[in-house]
Structure formats: C-alpha cells, structure tokens
C-alpha cells in the first residue's frame, strides 16, 4: 500500500509505545481517540487487536459480524460452526494423552480444555489470501511449501484452474456468503491421506505469506481500499 499514490497508511507499533498492546484494556480506546476521525479504514494486524476492536465496535474497522469475529478466534467453536458446511479436521476439546505401549503412567499426560487436539495431517498445507466484501470474496491460492514459526516462507502461486485451486476457491466463496465476511482474510487448508484438504483457520486478517500473493501480481490490499 506504501506504493500506492493516492493511499497514506498510518502504521502504529505497541513495541515502540505508539498505542498500548491489543490484549491491553485501553487498546481500543486509544486507536478510537487516535484515528476515528482521521482515516477512512482500520486495519487490525494480530487476533488480539481484531478481538478489542470488534468488542468495542469501533468504526471504519474493517472486519465482519461480532459474532463471526468471536467464532474464527476459537477453534473449537469454528470447528463446530463449520461441520456440514466444509470438512474440517477430526477433533476434540482437551483430553488425555497416554502412549500405545507402556505402564505406570509413563509419558501419559492431560491436555487442558482450552486446547484443541486435532487429527495428523500429512498431505499439503494451503493458504487462501482474500479481501471481502459484506459476503462477496476475491483470492489467491497458494501452496505454503517452507514454513517457518507459522509464516509461509515459499510457495506456489496456484492456478485459477488448478484443481485444488478451484475446490478451495469454491469453499471460501461459500464461506464469505453464509458468514458475510468482510475486510481481508487467511483461510488455511491442510490435505488429509484421502486428498480432501481439511480447513484448519480461519483468520480475519492477511497472513504473514500474503507477500507472495503480491509477488505473483495480485496486491490484494489494494482491492480493500
């Protein structure tokens, strides 16, 4: 966006003391005073800024429903929302984990109920960069081949009319609809052993690999403003 003639971007950093953390209490109030009145959109960048902003209701945040917002920051709960509407991996909400082979205990452990246990997926990972549009979605898809501390480091930029590239298109089309999603959005894919990619995130933000997006030719912030 920094390139874009007619587009000033406002960026703000917690490290450097400009605005408090997302996970502080005064976090939305500050931006609200801040810029408000003063810029046409908001953009939150991490899911603690997206869960302030859309609990305060700020304006000119770009981001869809409350409820939906809620939903995605919980695996759990997106799972859950999600079953029958795409395939979503085998899961459950805390449990106990023991070894196959063994006694006494040994390398058995408990799992808390705010983590998710979810199925091995071996096949491969998928992330769909997309800005939306009050349920009206444009993307890209691509591969995440190397990947480092949760960000896509190379990928593949995947064809309009590759396969997989069409299935998962498909989905997030019909996820935008039914939720109304709005602003930007990384949705994450992982392949099971029968092939069928299994949706793994929903984020209401643009993922860390969404530079490659933009290196293939799509600057998909951009479309957003």
Same mark, same amino acid.
């Given at each position: 966006l920094r390139d874009q003639d007619d587009v000033v971007v406002i960026g703000v950093d917690a490290s450097r003391g400009e605005v408090p953390h997302g996970l502080d209490r005064g976090y939305a109030d500050r931006i609200i005073k801040a810029f408000a009145d003063s810029v046409d959109h908001i953009l939150p960048c991490s899911d603690p800024e997206i869960l302030a902003l859309a609990s305060a209701e700020v304006g000119k945040v770009v981001l869809p429903p409350r409820d *939906? *917002? !809620?939903t995605c920051s919980d695996k759990a709960a997106l799972y859950k929302a999600l079953t029958g509407v795409v395939v979503v991996p085998c899961h459950m *909400? /805390? /449990? !106990? *984990?023991?070894p &196959? &082979? /063994?006694s006494g205990g040994k390398g058995a452990y408990a799992v808390a109920e705010d983590h998710v246990i979810c199925e091995t997926l071996p096949g491969p990972e998928y992330s769909v960069d997309a800005v939306c549009w009050h349920g009206r979605a444009v993307m890209v898809v691509r591969r995440r081949d190397v990947v480092m501390r949760g960000i896509c480091r190379r990928g593949l930029v995947l064809s309009d009319d590759n396969p997989v590239a069409e299935t998962l298109a498909m989905l997030v089309r019909a996820l935008a609809s039914l939720w109304r999603l709005h602003g930007p959005a990384c949705i994450q894919f992982k392949t099971h052993r029968d092939g069928v990619p299994r949706l793994t995130d929903l984020n209401l933000r643009f993922g860390g690999g969404v530079t490659i997006s933009a290196a293939a030719g799509v600057n998909l912030p951009r479309l957003l403003v």
């Open positions: *939906v *917002v !809620f *909400v /805390g /449990g !106990f *984990v023991k &196959r &082979r /063994g």
